[in-house]
């Protein structure tokens, strides 16, 4: 049996990362939690995600330059960047730049984010 997919989350606001781990974990992920941007690559390299979701303003960095960290790394093997953000203004930019794979908006509720999970990733348990 395959293990679930892994998914390294980096939000800096802590009942978010709580909620996305929670929320992804009953969604049939495992889930490594990181709570600023610096700490991203480090961690990956530890654990190998299989998929990351970065929120877009951590304070340290956005995820816009976690993104370009993470694909110009080569060491990822292309796993997914999903981004979340609560500033839809900045999606044109970010196209821009070193885009993510997909961008989810920060609501109330994680169910968008879930279902653009389970896209990237069908064998994740229900």
């Known amino acids: 049996m395959t ?3 892994l998914i390294l989350v980096a939000d800096d606001d802590e009942e978010w990362r709580r909620l996305l781990a929670f929320s992804l974990q009953e969604a049939g992920f495992r889930v490594e939690l990181a709570s600023d941007g610096k700490s991203v690559l480090p961690l990956a390299g530890q654990c190998r995600p299989d998929g990351f979701v970065l929120d877009h303003d951590m304070g340290d960095m956005t995820g816009a330059q ?3 960290a993470i694909k110009s790394s080569g060491e990822h093997g292309g796993a997914p960047v999903v981004m979340l953000t609560a500033h839809v203004e900045v999606l044109p930019a970010l196209i ?3 885009p993510p794979d997909q961008f ?3 609501t109330g ?3 968008e984010l879930i279902a653009v999970l389970k896209g990237l990733f069908p064998e994740a348990a229900p």
């Open 104 to 106: 989810v908006v920060k």
């Open 66 to 68: 976690v993104c370009a």
């Open 109 to 111: 509720s994680v169910d």
């Open 3 to 5: 293990p679930s997919p």
């Open 96 to 98: 821009g730049g070193c």
